[in-house]
């Protein structure tokens, strides 16, 4: 079988989970409007609202460029607005509008259903160990 010899490949295994997990939140998020970067990101920026979009980008584990283009969507959606700091010009604090508060709750709610649906068909267990596991090789390849 072709992709037998895959089995043991980092790259083939971690894409398709990524292509098939994208899939469920993609659904979970459509009834907001918003791609699951968008969301995720969303949901950052409510969990702390004001910050920074270099401090974004970093928690996020996305370059500046690709922050700009998701934040450029939340803004024409009108879900977060940005503000120039103080001390630097040239850095963008990031603030949720009234929309994105009032929507806070069903978007962790729809997040939180995928999770929920994952630790289903995993285990609760299995699910807990594999995201700890891809979150260490994620942190040792950086």
Request: glycine share 8%; proline share 3%.
């Amino acid at each position: 079988m072709l992709l037998a010899m895959f089995d043991h490949c980092l790259y083939f295994n971690t894409t398709a989970l990524a292509r098939r997990l994208e899939q469920e939140w993609a659904e979970a998020f459509k009834a907001f409007g918003l791609t699951s970067p968008q969301a995720f990101m969303l949901r950052a920026v409510l969990k702390r609202p004001g910050l920074l979009q270099s401090e974004l980008s970093e928690e996020l584990s996305i370059a500046r460029p690709t922050a700009t283009r998701a934040l450029d969507g939340l803004e024409a959606k009108g879900y977060i607005e940005r503000h120039r700091t103080a001390g630097d010009g040239r850095e963008v604090a990031i603030c949720p509008t009234s929309e994105a508060v009032r929507i806070a709750a069903a978007l962790n709610d729809a997040s939180g259903a995928v999770t929920a649906k994952l630790k289903k068909a995993l285990g609760s267990g299995e699910f807990t160990d594999t995201v700890s596991k891809i979150r260490g090789v994620r942190l040792a390849l950086n």
